[in-house]
């Protein structure tokens, strides 16, 4: 369900807001990516904390591309889409909720750019298995 609400949500922002070519693929790479780094920052702190060490880059980029093909493989049918949007899902029949936790994901997700190195460091110098 949540899945489907952040790409429809997507999807509206880039096809009412900032008009795209093909909203469709963008709203399926932005909420691949969104997906991705979200289980990539989960597995950086479990490694981290368990095994000392964090993902390669190598390992991050594989699972963004499973994320996005396992993404384009359910979101490019077009039933899908057209259930999707005919549905226009969101949390708890509430559309300033949803617009809310839609943007705190997105923020969350984007703004762990800037803020995961960090923390992995500060994980990796204070392990305690060294």
């Given at each position: ?16 807001l900032?008009?795209?070519?093909d ?13 991705s ?8 702190f479990?490694?981290?904390y ?6 390669t ?7 963004t ?11 490019l ?6 259930d999707?949007i005919k549905?226009k ?27 995961m190195?960090?923390l ?7 392990c305690?298995k060294k």
């Amino acid at each position: 369900m949540m899945m489907k609400v952040l790409f429809y949500y997507y999807y509206l922002f880039y096809n009412k807001l900032f008009p795209e070519a093909d909203p469709q693929l963008t709203a399926i790479l932005v909420l691949s990516f969104s997906e991705s780094t979200l289980i990539i920052i989960s597995l950086n702190f479990v490694f981290g904390y368990l095994f000392c060490s964090v993902l390669t880059k190598y390992y991050m980029t594989g699972i963004t591309l499973i994320i996005v093909l396992v993404n384009s493989l359910f979101y490019l049918t077009p039933k899908n889409i057209k259930d999707i949007i005919k549905a226009k899902p969101n949390f708890y029949g509430n559309h300033r909720l949803t617009v809310a936790l839609v943007g705190f994901f997105f923020i969350l997700t984007i703004s762990s750019l800037f803020w995961m190195s960090s923390l992995s460091d500060f994980i990796l110098k204070n392990c305690p298995k060294k």
